[in-house]
């Protein structure tokens, strides 16, 4: 990774702020916009998106509010980022390459990198060639067929998926692993919320969060935000959260860093927003130590049953359990076996704190807990959101109007790369139906997800590494050891955007492919097309772009894949007319994926259509016992040795995931660089430190110790022994075995650092 360190950069450090979006976002969004696109380009495209005529906003995976409660700038500031980043009028073309070599480039870092505009045409990087060169798609196309053909094992190949690629694209993706004979399908969803599907699968029986946005806006009368920064990462969830205000609901926010997002809010699309003060959101704010969430789950839980116990019939929801669930006499007497000490030492709060939260759920008709990467990257992930479970079970919030989990998805259509098999361990009933839509038997054996195929790719078991977007390198852990493995590959393929990190640590040769993005025109042999995604609520949609192709050289994603599938077996599922007509591609998801029935109509209908959601819509359990479980999760928390902290890596303000749009981070008043380490105080004291100083971050492992140079110290309200930087920046600290039990999700929430004064 280019290290160039904290002291290189001007950082500057201003007061957090306490109030979010309103004006001076709007003016942040639209500079950037202009700069990138144009003046004439921004309005036309930004006014188009998340629109039931123009397209999805590739940012997060927010769901947008029925057709006629959308506005005419329907988008946040990170949105109008993403858009513009994309729709950009920059090129990396073939001169750009001839200029610069792969070691060249390689000096620099990720902010740089993408900074240079979209890739324009095929590039190829032969063996022991410093530069890449352009190739013929044809060309390119053949040479990923014959280099898939050759392999010994199908196995030996690895199929990467980031969440920006629609249904038909996933689709088509997943089966083309299959039908080569591999389930090695790792995606960005494993470090993700992966841990999110694990915990929800086993004990409701659906992988993903059951509410809807009427819920959260119309009904829930206690809303938990949990390890989510929504102001930054979920701006347009705000304006969710202001209407559930309004109407006088709840708010409770769970975070060892007090965020923006949880003050004022000045909603940009009212004049109250925009010339008032606006509305203040979070009631309470809790400062949880960095991975205490599931002691403090666990101690709301037991003060309700202690409530209970006392008063019986007060607090629970007896009937609710005794109806719809299992387990839970062996969890009560987990709860009831529980120290309250131990409990409030591993969450960093009172019992009042934690007391306080329990009165505010029996208060309230109806709860929904929100959450995020602050639960899903820590190594008791699986555990604690189990636990959250619990919670909402105890008081039968789970299936009625404004209750449930609801876990926040990242990237736009991560969700939905799921629901179209993009997973290394699909049920067999999904590979059932592969088979008997297409005729071919798909590979049973479970493939690896991304941390197995780190370590694949380390051991020399990979020799095709493909991409379908993403920043494999720079999203993973343990990033030295990532980019090193990656030159064990024969063949390394990036579909892409813009030019990354990834693309630079190749294999013996290397292929970069460029495509369409979300906010272009897709026309193949059967005229304009569209393609659909589903939010983080299960909505699934039309999006169409409307620009212009950023170049002649682009293709689309379905496009390329498609071609891929053609070179390697003809025509035996029809490949070319998937290629050319994506309805083909919906006629086959249609008898594949549950609940995609009437498909191409019920999508043409503006908003589209919601998925069916059992615990949602009727309190159905698909469960290993059919009905919802309570399961006992002894609490946990990271052994943190003397003079020790717990890291944890987030995201600024100014970033989506390894883009970098810019260096400063607003809402928590940091400008001007992105190396620095946020740090109690106290604890800074103790360690003769003081805000302003550079420090070596180490991290400490069972194999050995990693170091992320020269950060800026920067005095900061979070709990003391909590200490946060950002991601990928730290990610060199986190060690490829840190990682979450049952979901393997890397543990970039809590990893054990000590500071040193920089040399
Ligand atoms: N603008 C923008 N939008 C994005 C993204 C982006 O990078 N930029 N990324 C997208 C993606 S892929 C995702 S997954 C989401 C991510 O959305 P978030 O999960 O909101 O992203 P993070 O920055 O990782 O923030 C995690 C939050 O959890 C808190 N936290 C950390 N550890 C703990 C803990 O132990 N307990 C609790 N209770 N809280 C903790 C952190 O302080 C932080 O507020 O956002 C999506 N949207
Ligand atoms: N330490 C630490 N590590 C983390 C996290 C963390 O919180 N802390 N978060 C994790 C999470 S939640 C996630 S989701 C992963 C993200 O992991 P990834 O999804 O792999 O990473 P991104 O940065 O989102 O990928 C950005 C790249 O995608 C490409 N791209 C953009 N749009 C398109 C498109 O339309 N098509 C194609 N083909 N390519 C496109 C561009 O080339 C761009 O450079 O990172 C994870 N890593
Ligand atoms: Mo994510």
Redesign the pocket.
């Known amino acids: 990774m280019a290290d160039s360190s904290a002291n290189e950069q001007e950082i500057s450090v201003g007061p957090l702020k306490k109030t979010s979006v309103g004006v001076p976002a709007i003016a942040s969004s639209m500079r950037y916009a202009y700069e990138e696109m144009g003046t004439r380009r921004s309005l036309q495209t930004l006014l188009k998106m998340n629109h039931v005529d123009g397209f999805d906003c ?1 940012s997060c995976a927010w769901p947008d509010p029925d057709p006629e409660h959308r506005k005419t700038a329907e988008f946040c500031e990170n949105g109008a980022k993403a858009v513009a980043w ?1 729709a950009t009028r920059k090129r990396v073309d073939a001169a750009f390459f001839a200029e610069h070599s792969i070691a060249d480039l390689r000096s620099q870092d990720d902010h740089w990198l ?1 900074h240079h505009g979209r890739l324009t045409e095929p590039m190829y990087l032969a063996p022991g060639a410093t530069h890449y060169a352009p190739i013929s798609w044809d060309d390119a196309i053949a040479l990923v067929a014959d280099r898939l053909r050759g392999l010994p094992d199908p196995n030996r190949a690895v199929f990467y998926t ?4 629609s249904n038909e694209a996933a689709f088509v993706y997943q089966l083309l692993a299959r039908r080569l004979g591999t389930n090695n399908l790792p995606d ?2 494993n ?2 919320h992966e841990s999110s599907g694990a915990a929800l699968s086993e004990t409701i029986g659906v992988g993903k969060g059951v509410v809807t946005l009427d819920d959260l806006e119309h009904h829930a009368e206690l809303i938990v935000i949990v390890g989510q920064n929504p102001g930054t990462n979920h701006p347009r969830m705000l304006t969710a959260l202001e209407h559930a205000k309004r109407r006088g609901a709840r708010i409770v926010a769970i975070n060892p860093l007090p965020e923006a997002g949880f003050g004022r809010f000045r909603n940009p699309q009212t004049p109250r927003g925009l010339a008032g003060t606006g509305t203040v959101l979070a009631d309470s704010y809790l400062p949880v130590r960095v991975n205490g969430d599931l002691a403090l789950f666990a101690a709301v839980n037991k003060a309700l049953l202690a409530r209970e116990d006392d008063h019986p019939g007060s607090t629970l929801d007896r009937d609710f359990i005794e109806r719809y669930c299992d387990g839970f006499d062996a969890a009560a007497q987990g709860w009831r076996d529980l120290d309250w000490d131990v409990l409030t030492a591993q969450a960093g709060l009172s019992r009042r704190q934690i007391e306080d939260l329990a009165s505010a759920v029996t208060e309230a008709g109806s709860v929904i807990v929100c959450w995020a ?1 602050g639960l899903t ?1 820590h190594r008791n992930a699986v555990a604690t959101i189990r636990e959250i479970v619990n919670f909402l079970l105890l008081r039968g919030n789970i299936g009625r109007p404004g209750a449930g989990p609801s876990p926040i998805r ?2 736009s259509n ?1 969700q939905g790369d799921r629901t179209m098999g993009i997973w290394e361990k699909m049920p067999d009933a999904f590979l059932d139906a592969l088979r008997d839509e297409f005729g071919f038997d798909p590979p049973r054996q479970h493939g690896w997800d991304t941390v197995d195929t780190i370590r694949a790719l380390r051991d020399h078991r990979v020799d095709v590494f493909f991409a ?5 390198v ?4 343990d990033t030295e050891l990532t980019e090193a493995s990656m030159a064990n590959c024969a063949l390394t393929v990036h ?6 990190r990834s693309h630079l640590c190749h294999g013996t040769e290397a292929l970069l492919l460029p ?1 369409l ?2 906010t272009e025109r897709d026309v193949q042999a059967a005229g304009e097309q569209f393609v659909t995604v589903e939010d983080s609520m299960s909505m699934v949609h039309a999006s169409s772009g409307r620009l212009a192709p950023g170049s002649d050289g682009l293709r689309s ?1 379905i496009a390329i894949v498609t071609a891929l599938g053609h070179a390697l077996f003809g025509d035996d599922v029809g490949w070319r007319q998937m290629g050319a007509d994506y309805r083909v591609i919906r006629k086959h998801i249609e008898h594949v994926v549950p609940g995609f029935q009437a498909f191409e109509e019920r999508v043409a209908q503006p908003g589209g259509f919601m998925l069916p959601r059992g615990p949602h819509d009727s309190r159905t359990f698909k469960t290993a016992t059919g009905k919802a479980r309570f399961t006992v999760n002894p609490p946990t928390t990271v052994e943190v040795p003397e003079g020790h902290l717990l890291l944890q ?3 600024s303000h100014d970033q ?4 970098v749009y810019g260096l400063d981070d607003r809402y928590r008043g940091i400008k001007g660089g992105r190396r620095v380490v946020f740090v109690n105080a106290d604890d800074l004291r103790d360690r003769a430190l003081a805000d302003g100083d550079l420090v070596d971050v180490v991290s400490v492992a069972p194999d050995g110790e990693r170091r992320a140079k020269a950060f800026r110290a920067v005095a900061y309200p979070t709990p003391r022994g909590c200490v946060a930087a950002y ?2 920046e ?2 060199v600290l ?1 060690p490829i075995d840190s990682v979450a039990e049952v979901s393997n999700t ?1 543990a ?2 809590s990893v054990v650092v000590r500071l040193e004064r920089a040399g």
């Open positions: 590739p994309e993408e980031s969440g920006r690629a960005c969803s470090m993700c990467m990257q990242g990237h991560v379908l977007g993403g920043n494999f720079s999203a993973t852990p579909v892409a955007t813009k030019l990354n495509c993005g979300r994603e890596t987030v995201r989506f995931n390894t883009t991601f990928p730290a990610n986190v890397p970039s929430k």
